[in-house]
């Protein structure tokens, strides 16, 4: 049985972002790896992004799959997006430069 604690990490937490695609890994997993291949993308562009992977798999099916995920993905915080509803753009909030700046010392 989940402890509260692990319920709120598996529906809130930061994303798992797998390494390569896999047929048989989750609905999520494969839109979050589709995603991060495109850095910045729409429901529509994840979706051909999947089809890519999985031609045998009809569009509308990678479409539903892709808008409903990264709807729900935005929805609990998990991604980010911005305000155009009707044709948003979606991201991982990945960091693409390292900091140019040095720490000071701490002691």
């Known amino acids: 049985m989940d402890s509260p604690d692990q319920s709120f990490v598996k529906n809130f937490g930061p994303i798992h972002v797998p390494h390569k695609y896999e047929a048989k890994a989750s609905l999520q997993d ?3 790896y589709a995603l991060a291949q495109l850095e910045y993308a729409t429901a529509p562009e994840v979706a051909a ?3 890519k ?3 045998q798999t009809d569009l509308a099916v990678h479409q539903k ?3 409903e995920m990264l709807r729900y993905l935005f929805k609990t915080g998990r991604i980010k997006g911005d ?3 009707n044709n948003r753009q979606y991201n991982l ?3 693409l430069t390292q900091n140019s700046g040095k720490a000071d010392a701490l002691f």
Do not use: M
């Open 30 to 32: 494969n839109v979050v």
């Open 83 to 85: 305000d155009n509803e």
């Open 93 to 95: 909030s990945k960091i």
């Open 53 to 55: 992977f999985e031609p």
């Open 65 to 67: 799959n892709a808008e």
């Open 49 to 51: 992004k999947l089809a």
